[in-house]
């Protein structure tokens, strides 16, 4: 199952002109390795323009915000990352 999604990933980036990774925010941050590194290398390897949207941020503080945002920017290059609620 992980191995077709990830080949559903690669074809989905492949043919985009730009990629968008929704993570929500209100989650606690796994600092462990949970497939997102492979999503990483993929989008690496497209070279496409990247934007990190980070949910819920209506029920998150703001400096666990930055922390999420600081986290993920340092594991890879995004040209925006954006918190966003649907509230």
């Known amino acids: 199952l992980h191995e077709a999604m990830m080949n ?14 929704m993570l929500d925010g209100a989650e606690p941050l796994r600092k462990k390795d949970d497939g997102i590194d492979v999503v990483f290398e993929i989008f690496k390897s497209t070279q496409k323009p990247a934007i990190l949207a980070i949910n819920k941020s209506d029920l998150v503080q703001q400096d666990k915000l930055l922390e999420i945002a600081g986290y993920y920017a340092n594991k890879f290059h995004f040209e925006q990352i954006y918190p966003i609620s649907a509230k």
């Open 8 to 21: 559903s990933v690669r074809s989905a980036v492949k043919d985009a002109d730009a990629v968008l990774l």
